[in-house]
């Protein structure tokens, strides 16, 4: 789950991790209490640990669905915070922990992705247009829904303690549709690879870092032309990228795609949430 950024938000805080005993996570009593909900209900016990290394500054919370804590674990449901996480997060965390049809989305997503790739090879996604809207139906659609389905449990989950701040107060559609937003980058920087690599393949990983994974994630960063491997080198994308998006801009079909699948994702959502 992202976090707020910009004015500090004035949240109901989970807990914090004691700085003196790594990996230690002090709970409020509301925390205790959520806990406590959730093994009088699922018969699960809760764990809660630092976020790993390596996850973006944006996250706030993470649940893994596979492996020890996850979807398949009998017994524990672990959560990953940040520091001094929200309350509000950690429900939404839990949401997922809990929800009994993550890992049927998750195997979902991969069948269609798979589709997807498969129409791809044999050439049947013709059109930019008709490659978007192939895509969509996987991950963006898939990761739109589970977030809404977290999002609803810990609206619901803080309005039945008595509870509100300024995470209950925002929009909480907006997450979820980020995952739509990052599909239509995601389909763009398809677009630009149709045609062959667009940088060497020498600078092909540093390339993932600094424009393939900044554009293409949830929330993405403004598209360079160029980037620096080093303090002395810079190697330019060519013509490519700036061509690429220019040409999808002017593509009245993928644009007339893209508005069509934002407008389903918006309409989608506020039924979800009941705004």
């Known amino acids: 789950m992202r976090q707020l950024v910009g004015n500090t938000p004035q949240v109901i805080p989970a807990g914090s991790f004691d700085p ?17 909900r959730i093994k009088d209900k699922h018969g699960l016990e809760v764990k809660i640990e630092p976020l790993p290394e390596g996850v973006p500054s944006w996250v706030g919370g993470i649940y893994y669905q596979d492996g020890p804590g996850g979807s398949y674990d009998p017994e524990t449901r672990t959560v990953y915070l940040g520091d001094n996480p929200s ?21 979902f997503e991969r069948v269609l992705q798979d589709q997807f790739f498969d129409k791809l090879n044999r050439g049947e ?45 925002e929009d909480l559609r907006q997450y979820p549709l980020a995952y739509i937003d990052q599909g239509v980058r995601q389909s763009q920087l398809g677009e630009m690879m149709v045609d062959g690599q667009d940088v060497p393949d020498s600078v092909a990983l540093i390339k993932d870092e600094v424009f393939d994974r900044p554009y293409g994630e949830v929330y993405s960063e403004p598209v360079q032309t160029s980037f620096m491997p080093n303090a002395n080198t810079v190697v330019d994308y060519g013509d490519s990228v700036a061509n690429t998006l220019l040409k999808l801009a002017l593509d009245k079909n993928y644009q007339k ?11 989608y959502a506020t039924r979800r949430m009941g705004y």
Do not use: C
């Open 20 to 36: 003196k005993t790594p990996g230690r996570f002090a709970a409020t009593p509301e925390t205790l209490d959520t806990i406590q």
């Open 87 to 107: 309350l509000f997060t950690l429900e939404h965390e839990l949401g997922h922990a809990v929800d009994p049809t993550l890992t049927k989305s998750a195997n």
């Open 125 to 169: 996604l013709e059109t930019p247009a008709k490659r978007l809207e192939a895509y969509m139906l996987g991950m963006p659609r898939r990761r739109l829904d589970v977030e809404l389905t977290a999002q609803k449990y810990a609206e619901e989950k803080m309005k039945e303690k008595g509870l509100e701040d300024d995470r209950t107060r």
């Open 257 to 267: 795609a893209a508005i069509k699948e934002k407008d389903r994702a918006v309409a």
